[in-house]
């Protein structure tokens, strides 16, 4: 990084670990790195700067701390960019900042990069019909659960309780997938399959619910913020995926936890991520 470097902050506040006082702590790591803030977006509220934009304001590094949808929505978008992104951890998950910087929190990430040297990277995604995914797929009825994860996180107990509810009933009666790469599938179906990269390989995981345990075992995680620890089992892992339902119905969809309009069978495969990201772990 060069002295004293224009960069563009993305900001959400509505993210699982966001806060003024993180920002605040961010923006001081900024200036520790030299870096400086020549532009500002608070999403959702505005809209994500383009390629174009960047360009024309001679920025050439973009800094988001969010979650992993925004991250999502922001890097897809800017797709064949010249610059470079900073990912910083600032929400539930936190799976790419993860990748690229390992368990490390915003402040030490900023003081890595200020000490320097970084490395640029493209890390491998996942890529679909319906467009790409940094870090992860999850299908199945089971995504409904992702709506009482969000109405958790904005503190709505009504919203909660009604989610939670209607996804119960969506993980035993909604439309059931199967992933045919697995051996041995079960005829019928998983109440969710997860897609996620592990270095440039699909780990699969397929979840269950078909008892109360289950469902008590869902909560359980929900109210960890971690619904990827509830009840299930881990094949693979694989090269590519094809999952389809079991009565040709459409199929529930969320890729980096942004629902998506999907078909009855969809198939995913690896591609590389066509932005440069900057790297502070070893194994990035």
């Known amino acids: 990084m060069t002295d004293s470097e224009p960069i563009w902050l993305v900001f959400n506040r509505a993210s699982g670990s966001n806060d003024e006082a993180a920002l605040a702590e961010v923006e001081e790591g900024l200036q520790a790195a030299a870096l400086r803030i020549a ?55 936190n799976l790419l900042s993860k990748e690229l910087h390992g368990e490390a929190g915003a402040v030490e990430i900023l003081g890595r990069i200020a000490a320097g040297p970084v490395r640029l990277v493209r890390p491998p995604i996942l890529e679909g019909r319906t467009g790409h995914a940094l870090t992860s797929v999850l299908s199945g009825p089971g995504t409904a659960w992702n709506d009482v994860r969000e109405a958790l996180r904005n503190a709505e107990l009504g919203g909660f309780a009604a989610a939670a509810a209607s996804a119960l009933v969506e993980s035993v009666a909604g439309e059931k997938v199967i992933c045919r790469s697995i051996e041995g599938v079960r005829v019928e179906g998983y109440a969710a399959i997860s897609l996620e990269l592990r270095e440039d390989r699909l780990e699969v995981l397929v979840y269950y619910a078909e008892v109360p345990g289950d469902f008590l075992g869902q909560l359980a995680a929900l109210l960890q913020r971690n619904f990827r620890k509830g009840p299930h089992e881990k094949p693979g892992p694989f090269d590519q995926a094809a999952i389809e339902t079991i009565n040709s119905e459409p199929m529930g969809l969320l890729m980096d936890g942004e629902p998506c309009d999907a078909q009855a069978r969809e198939t995913f495969v690896i591609a590389s991520c066509p932005v440069d990201l900057v790297a502070t772990h070893n194994d990035a």
């Open 39 to 93: 532009g500002r977006t608070y999403f959702p509220q505005d809209k994500v700067p383009t390629a174009s934009e960047l360009d024309d304001g001679g920025i050439s590094t973009l800094r988001v701390f969010a979650g992993d949808g925004t991250i999502h929505s922001l890097v897809i978008s800017l797709f064949g960019w010249q610059g470079r992104a900073i990912v910083l951890p600032g929400g539930t998950m």
